[in-house]
């Protein structure tokens, strides 16, 4: 198994304790693409927070690609993230000073083996906006870059949280059709969180969270192509 | 509604605190410096001149060969007031006193403790006379057999720094003057009378600027009268009066441009922070304005802060600099007598030190805002103020051939230009002052080791009271005499210099080129400090006029003397004579390789450069000036360096949260972030060189248009590197305490972003 989640626990202490995940089991295939779907405060992005190393978890266990990285200390979750993580956020995150291709160079300038930046330019179809800086590009172009620099990397693990939370209908079908085609080309495994149950046609496994529990397990026979999906 | 929103004056300040006492720290440096350089300069002028006004101080002072007859009648044709004092010298174990007559239309004493003369046997002692001696009030003292009694101390116009002859440099160990009456001075039939001529309508506010002609008239109608004079010396040539003035010329000069550069740093980096603010504050300020704010309560209320800050700097270091003054005057004063006149400050210069940030800064953040608060509610909720924008500089940038570490840090640089030229200016600023404080202690140095001392072959100067004659003899082996000249340029009155006539044979002299080759001693040869300021070359001629007589000569150039400081013109002393109408032979002063058994009545002074530390007393005042100089800059450096690092740490939060997330290691975000300043920081250092000599050198002009002499700024490397050491330890030192800053930032600010 490629990603295994085991009674995954964590609360946070906002004055009074909260449990926000409440034993959270979770497997995925390598090359697979998964979807957690969720309404707000499901705890869908402290699961994925905790899954790319950038939050800690108060019980159970998470295994990547057979390394356990609830054992991993602060400086070995960064060696992790450095290594197998790729990151793309709902609006984007884009550092607004660096142009299109220094953006996506943010990461490959700590990859070990990253692929080249017009490659994967050419891959997101960005390459004759490459010297534009974010502010110059629509939604849909940002989150393009944002899929680039997540994927320049190659990692084994590529993070989605709402991807196309900000963006219109046409739009998200060409960010989806794009992650599609990424989990195609480079292999990685995807897992995605957003509350539109519209996208969980197009993955392999997708997770009900409600409350802090998985509450449904859905693994999709027949995926739908990024471009037919509707909501 | 407004007070509510006015409680987040004190939040905002609260939250950005470090940043805000540094902004206020800047402010305060810039009102403490203006208070204390002009309660220095206000201070020391109002006594110096307020002295020289008060007791009349003489523009002038002479010796006659024989007693002038008809006063009146002198001072009727000359429109001088002329009185004659009476001094004589007594002669102690362990020192020597001067007796002077009381002036009472010139030059008339100041009793600074006990009371004045009232009676024969009374006398009044220059208090450092008495301090170095243990005498007190009440005290006797005998001198030549009459016994005196000590009622008090006094300062005289003529003798704020005490020298014991005229051509002295310095005072001379265990020598004092005091005040007797004028019954008692005629107990000493040996005293010899002086001359003090006072002119009406000369320039009081420094010394003798404008008496040249007077003095020249005087001069003319004693010698129709046939009156031999020695010892003429107008007041801004003589030491004992113009040695204050010095200080007084810098302090003032600097007073204004040094506090409004700091004023004009902080409105760059407080305008740079309001402008953050209001355009974080976009939404909320549209937000307002449509539920029926005006735009002048908002104004107001992001104006509070700025002209809090200002307001708080200013006042404190105006406070602050209140009790600086009088032990920094105290101590510029060590050397000088004057009457203590309590020190006083200007209600006008303490409400600018106040007013002038507050406006500036106020009047920058205004503008700044303005632009931002003129747009509609509508404009503004839509959130267009806090998306980054990319100037034409970053538009303009094509790095494709650098790194990426170097791409990102150009670009963190030049993100925001006000902020560079805020790092850059400050950081020259900085540098400015440092190497202004290293480079003039250098300078002084080098002007003590090489200017005058180091011209001397021989160590002993006499300067004797009366012109004297070769033929005459009496000039031993290993001596040798000259002639000289005071005289100033045609037109140009305060460019005062002496013009010295000497043998073809002195070996007595070191006359080299710039290469360090000797010149010849049969030609015109001019030092290159007086080159530079007249502006003059080899082959060039120059026309000046006698300060004793009027007359005007011209001489053509042949040679510049490598010097610094000293302005003079040597020339073969067979012409010097010829020129000035003087006895062939003729010589008013020897230079000796050893000391020579004088008649010292005929001496005007004796200039010993034998002990050379001696001088260097005279820099004490600028040791201090360069220790406090080299604090302020260490202090400006870490100030600016920390506002700017917080800044662009606080400018790239979800950067370097984002970073995290992306696997940088801690170090790898350090370098990054805080190693973009490094070119930045450079640049501004290696602008300050430039800063400081252009600052220095136009200083330097002007304190040399009242002290007539030109101090070189002389850049030492070794004072550079130190320099370019300390801003960069500096530089490091507030790197470290921003790596801690940004050690706090945490991964869940760019995993939240544009979630709040």
């Known amino acids: 198994m490629f990603l295994s989640v085991a009674n995954l626990t964590k609360s946070y202490n906002t004055g009074m304790i909260t449990p926000v995940l409440k034993g959270v089991n979770l497997e995925m295939e390598k090359g697979q693409i998964g979807v957690i779907l969720g309404p707000s405060g499901s705890g869908k992005s402290t699961l994925i927070n905790i899954i790319g190393g950038v939050d800690r978890t108060d019980g159970g266990t998470v295994e990547v690609d057979g390394k356990c990285i609830t054992d991993l200390n602060d400086n070995q979750l960064v060696e992790y993230r450095r290594e197998c993580v790729g990151f793309i956020f709902q609006f984007y995150n884009l550092v607004p000073n660096l142009t299109v291709a220094e953006n996506i160079e943010v990461v490959s300038n700590i990859s070990k083996n990253p692929l080249k930046t017009d490659e994967v330019l050419s891959a997101v179809g960005l390459s004759d906006k490459k010297n534009r800086f974010p502010r110059e590009l629509s939604g849909g172009e940002q989150q393009r870059v944002s899929i680039a620099r997540a994927i320049v990397k190659n990692p084994k693990l590529l993070l989605c949280d709402e991807p196309t939370g900000a963006l219109d209908l046409e739009t998200s079908r060409g960010v989806l059709a794009l992650l599609q085609k990424v989990n195609a080309r480079f292999g990685a495994t995807i897992l995605m969180i957003t509350h539109n149950s519209g996208i969980a046609g197009m993955a392999h496994a997708v997770f009900r969270l409600r409350g802090g529990e998985i509450a449904d397990v859905v693994y999709n026979a027949e995926r739908i192509p990024a471009g037919r999906i509707e909501w | ?756």
């Not at chain 2, 740093?265 to 504050?281: E, H, N, T, W, Y």
């Not at chain 2, 400090?529 to 060039?540: I, N, V």
């Not at chain 2, 800059?633 to 600016?640: D, E, G, K, Y």
Request: charged share 20%; aromatic share 10%.
């Open chain 2, 1 to 756: 509604m407004v007070m509510a929103l006015n409680k987040r004056v004190w939040r905002i300040l609260k939250e950005g605190k470090g940043r805000y006492i540094g902004i206020v720290l800047l402010i305060l440096l810039g009102s403490f410096y203006f208070i204390v350089a002009t309660g220095i300069s206000g201070n020391l002028e109002k006594m110096v001149v307020g002295f020289s006004e008060e007791h009349r101080q003489e523009d002038l002072t002479f010796s006659t060969d024989r007693p002038i007859e008809d006063i009146a009648a002198l001072e009727d044709q000359s429109g001088a007031q002329i009185e004659a004092y009476r001094q004589f010298d007594v002669k102690l174990p362990d020192g020597e006193l001067r007796l002077l007559s009381p002036g009472t239309q010139i030059n008339f004493p100041a009793v600074l403790s006990g009371r004045g003369v009232e009676k024969p046997g009374d006398i009044l002692l220059d208090p450092k006379f008495a301090q170095m001696h243990g005498l007190k009030i009440g005290d006797p003292i005998e001198l030549n057999g009459k016994t005196f009694h000590i009622v008090g101390t006094v300062a005289i116009p003529n003798y704020v720094y005490i020298l014991k002859n005229l051509y002295d440099v310095l005072p001379t160990s265990g020598f004092g003057i005091g005040i007797v009456s004028s019954a008692d001075m005629a107990a000493f039939p040996e005293a010899v009378t002086v001359y003090a001529a006072y002119f009406d309508g000369a320039e009081r506010s420094v010394p003798a600027e404008n008496i040249n002609a007077q003095t020249a008239k005087l001069h003319e109608l004693l010698s129709e009268q046939g009156y031999v004079l020695s010892e003429w010396m107008d007041a801004k040539s003589n030491k004992r009066i113009s040695m204050p003035w010095g200080n007084i010329t810098s302090m003032k000069s600097m007073s204004f441009p040094v506090s409004t550069a700091f004023f004009l740093l902080s409105c760059i980096i407080v305008g740079v922070m309001v402008m953050r603010m209001v355009k974080a504050d976009g939404v909320v300020i549209g937000t307002l304005y449509a539920q029926g704010y005006r735009r002048g309560e908002l104004t107001r209320h992001y104006l509070a802060i700025p002209v809090l800050l200002a307001a708080a700097g200013g006042l404190a270091g105006a406070l602050l600099a209140l009790p600086c003054v009088k032990p920094i005057v105290d101590s510029m004063l060590a050397f000088y007598i004057l009457p203590g006149q309590g020190i006083t400050f200007s209600p006008f210069n303490l409400a600018l030190a106040v007013l002038m940030p507050v406006a500036l800064i106020g009047l920058s953040s205004f503008l700044v805002m303005r632009k931002i608060l003129q747009k509609t509610a509508v404009e503004l909720m839509k959130g267009d103020e806090q998306k980054a924008k990319v100037n034409f500089i970053e538009r303009a940038l094509r790095l494709d051939g650098f790194n990426f570490n170097t791409k990102f840090q150009i670009r963190e640089q030049v993100r925001s230009i006000p902020r560079l030229s805020f790092l850059v200016l400050g950081v020259s600023a900085a540098s400015m002052i440092l190497l202004y404080g290293f480079t003039y202690n250098y300078s002084m140095d080098v002007v003590m080791e090489k200017g005058a001392l180091a011209r001397y072959v021989y160590p002993l100067e006499y300067n004797f009271k009366e012109v004297r004659n070769i033929r005459d003899g009496g000039i031993p082996a290993g001596a040798e005499p000259y002639n000289a000249l005071r005289v100033y340029p045609a037109g140009r009155e305060a460019v005062e210099f002496y013009l010295v006539g000497m043998q073809p044979d002195s070996v007595g002299f070191i006359l080299n080129d710039s290469q360090g080759n000797p010149l010849p001693r049969n030609q015109v040869n001019i030092t290159e400090p007086l080159a530079s300021r007249l502006k003059l070359k080899a082959g060039d001629t120059i026309h000046f006029v006698s300060k004793l007589d009027g007359k005007t000569y011209s001489l053509i150039i042949d040679g510049i003397v490598q010097a610094y400081g000293e302005q003079v013109i040597y020339m073969p002393l067979d012409a010097f004579n010829r020129m000035t109408g003087q006895p062939a032979g003729s010589y008013r002063t020897v230079l000796s390789s050893h000391e020579i058994n004088l008649d010292q009545s005929q001496l005007a002074g004796v200039m010993d450069a034998r002990n050379r530390d001696a001088y260097k007393d005279l820099n004490q005042t600028t040791t201090l000036i360069v220790a406090s100089v080299t604090a302020l800059a260490v202090l400006v450096a870490t100030i600016i360096i920390f506002l700017v690092t917080s800044l662009i740490i606080d400018e790239s939060r979800s950067t370097i949260s984002l970073l995290k997330i992306f696997g940088y290691r801690k170090k790898e975000v350090w370098k990054l972030i805080l190693n973009s300043s490094m070119p930045a920081v450079l640049i501004g250092f290696c602008l300050g060189l430039p800063f400081m000599l252009a600052f220095g050198n136009t200083l330097n002009g002007y304190i040399a248009e009242t002290m007539n002499m030109l101090i070189p700024m002389i850049v030492n490397p070794l004072y550079v590197l130190i320099s370019f050491v300390l801003i960069f330890v500096v530089y490091e030192v507030t790197r470290r305490l921003g790596g801690r800053k940004l050690a706090k930032i945490s991964m869940s600010e760019a995993l939240k972003a544009g979630t709040e």
